[in-house]
């Protein structure tokens, strides 16, 4: 069992940049590979980016490839996902989530979902 915690999320213009971060208030993500999803209103939850345990395996999905980085500090038990240029389509509920069940880009694969953390890029 594991709980996480977002935070980070503001409101920013497009084009700027914020720092998301992620701990585990319950459990461990030691060993296992950590994700971030986004939900926007009214839509599915999607993708975004995923790290493995040695900072390898690292995905990220087209939409925010080459603006955002995921970074992991191990002995922090932590997870960041730096988000530059960013867009209003970008808006969203941020979440990040364990690879309880693997790896990839499903989010039943995922557990530890917690509360997220909302971005909203103006324009």
């Known amino acids: 069992q594991v709980q996480l915690v977002e935070s980070g999320g503001g409101l920013v213009q497009a084009g700027g940049s914020l720092t998301l971060s992620c701990t585990a208030s319950e459990g461990t993500i030691k060993d296992y590979t950590m994700a971030w999803f986004r939900q926007a209103p009214g839509k599915e939850r999607e993708f975004v980016a995923h790290i493995g345990w040695t900072n390898t395996a690292i995905d990220y999905s087209d939409a925010v490839r080459g603006r955002f980085t995921i970074s992991r500090d191990n002995a922090k038990m932590t997870v960041s996902l730096q988000m530059n240029s960013l867009k209003p389509e970008d808006t969203a509920t941020y979440y990040c989530?364990?690879?309880?069940?693997?790896?990839?880009?499903?989010?039943?694969?995922?557990?530890?979902w917690g509360q997220g953390t909302q971005v909203i890029v103006s324009s």
């Open positions: 989530a364990r690879g309880r069940y693997g790896r990839g880009r499903f989010a039943n694969l995922y557990d530890g």
